[in-house]
């Protein structure tokens, strides 16, 4: 199925229902559908053909829906682009993308101006929820009325080309832009519509960010798949999500596992403000089990739901509710519509209990990395994909995730890659060498530290080098912690030894991460999760 056919075919079931709703905004199927072809249409008149490169940066609005339908429709490639990121993110993720026009939400126009001005391929800028047009660029309003018809498009695509781009972090701590096609998301949005059974009476929450694949693919898609409504949440907050449950009588919402940590240790928390709502789905991080302990005591009739995936290949395993207690801890058994198996280094199925690598092949994998063959080739190999994801299968055919090949660790749901932070680090002229970890916290499931050796007759303070950081990275990348030591670890080839830090951290500090310089961090994120 092409993604635009999933808009045309609701519009076609449930003309007059509610698709979206953003604050005090709401379109039905037959308006999202509309506004799609005019999206499209406008796309065409500006010159964009079928294969060319959108940008968005965008938190969730309802112009997100919109953009996200207009674009399949027109054959272009929607590149999501993380809010969050500096200018200097931007400006490498936006060439990296060849992204040829963007749409840009008002607040987010000042850090992508360098890449804008440098960039002669992006050849024009369109801002949402700015209120008039500039000589530099046309507000979303002024590009829709361009379009010259209401009319679907005629493109011709198939399956197989490629729909979107997300970018994720890499080994080498930059991140790559996974190419998806209209297929791979497809699977994806069966996958979770089914083992979330679905519905078209669902309320759908949309509370994680949608230029993430976990918001946009494996929730949004999914409902506008079946006909529910969806509610769009800007910005987290658990306060303003139980206004919305007890507004529009939300039932089903996906969350990353600090977010439920929010929620079930919120104070003035009343399970009956929350009564209609009964299927949650998790992913992005382990979910600690006595969270999902707890919101079983807390919500009696909530169907919980544990899904595996990543933007390379998808949602690829599904733990459904009927399966708790007995399999907490499990991410699931492989769903109905994907191959998977876990691998030797040689490419041998291990056998019940035996640790190897998850992979998984067929249409729901990526195309590759975009504008990269090398590391598309390292992620192809035997005819798998291979997600650098180690994990173990029991005899019922239930996966456990043991721990990741890469030194990727998950902070609230969002992936951080060392090499990224220790390449910021390396910035600063009193840095020799340097390791970043991850370790255990609380809040977050993982928070990053770094451990540092200064160079002689150098001085830097912790403080410092973490200022030093909160220029260069993203918030959530900045160490909670800087730990500066005379020398690190290391093998005869010079390499790090990053178990026996671990190991040391976990000696000195007893498991969970200190609030000491992340408290700040902490109360950013909360401010500023969304935006």
Aim: aromatic share 8%; with cysteine; net charge negative.
């Amino acid at each position: 199925m092409l993604t635009g056919d999933i808009i045309r075919r609701s519009a076609n079931r449930f003309p007059d229902k509610t698709a979206v709703i953003w604050q005090d905004q709401k379109l039905t199927y037959r308006e999202l559908d509309e506004a799609s072809n005019r999206f499209a249409q406008a796309l065409i008149a500006q010159g964009l053909t079928k294969g060319d490169h959108i940008g968005m940066v965008c938190r969730n609005r309802i112009e997100y829906a919109v953009v996200f339908f207009g674009s399949a429709k027109a054959g272009t490639v929607l590149v999501n682009l993380s809010v969050q990121y500096t200018a200097e993110m931007f400006d490498y993720s936006l060439e990296k993308g060849d992204v040829k026009c963007l749409f840009v939400e008002q607040p987010f126009v000042e850090a992508t101006r360098p890449a804008y001005e440098r960039l002669e391929s992006l050849t024009s800028r369109i801002i949402i929820g700015a209120e008039e047009d500039t000589p530099e660029a046309a507000t979303f309003e002024s590009f829709m009325a361009s379009a010259p018809s209401n009319e679907a498009p005629d493109v011709e695509m198939v399956p197989s080309d490629p729909f979107s781009m997300t970018f994720t972090g890499g080994t080498t701590g930059m991140p790559k832009g996974v190419l998806a096609s209209h297929r791979s998301r497809d699977i994806t949005a069966h996958t979770v519509m089914v083992e979330e059974r679905l519905e078209d009476t669902d309320v759908v929450a949309i509370v994680t960010p949608m230029f993430h694949v976990a918001a946009l693919n494996i929730m949004f898609q999914p409902a506008m798949l079946c006909g529910a409504t969806t509610v769009l949440q800007t910005k987290w907050s658990v306060q303003e999500y139980i206004a919305n449950v007890r507004q529009h009588q939300i039932t089903a919402c996906f969350m990353v596992p600090t977010q439920a940590l929010m929620l079930v240790n919120y104070e003035q928390l009343d399970p009956g403000d929350l009564r209609t709502w009964r299927k949650i789905s998790f992913a992005g991080a382990p979910m600690p089990n006595w969270v999902q302990e707890e919101l079983l005591a807390k919500f009696p009739e909530l169907r919980i739901t544990q899904i595996y995936g990543q933007s390379e290949v998808g949602v690829v395993a599904a733990l459904p509710h009927r399966f708790l207690p007995e399999k907490l801890g499990a991410v699931g058994r492989q769903a109905y519509n994907v191959d998977i198996a876990v691998l030797d280094p040689d490419g041998n199925p291990v056998k019940p209990g035996e640790i190897g690598e998850l992979c998984s092949r067929g249409e729901n994998v990526m195309l590759r990395y975009h504008n990269d063959p090398e590391e598309t080739a390292r992620f192809f190999r035997g005819g798998w994909g291979w997600t650098g994801d180690l994990a173990k299968v029991d005899e019922e055919g239930f996966m456990f995730l043991v721990d990741r090949s890469k030194d990727m660790l998950i902070s609230g749901g969002e992936n951080i890659y060392p090499k990224e932070i220790e390449n910021a680090l390396f910035r600063h002229d009193s840095v020799s060498d340097c390791a970043v970890i991850g370790v255990p916290d609380a809040k977050w499931g993982e928070a990053p530290v770094a451990y540092v050796m200064l160079r002689p007759e150098r001085e830097a303070t912790s403080e410092e080098l973490i200022a030093h950081c909160e220029r260069i990275l993203t918030p959530y990348k900045v160490p909670h912690l800087v730990l500066l030591v005379p020398e690190l670890p290391k093998t005869a080839m010079g390499k790090v030894q990053k178990h026996l830090l671990r190991a040391k951290y976990l000696e000195d500090f007893g498991g969970m991460a200190p609030l000491l310089v992340g408290q700040a961090d902490a109360q950013a994120r909360e401010a500023s999760w969304g935006e």
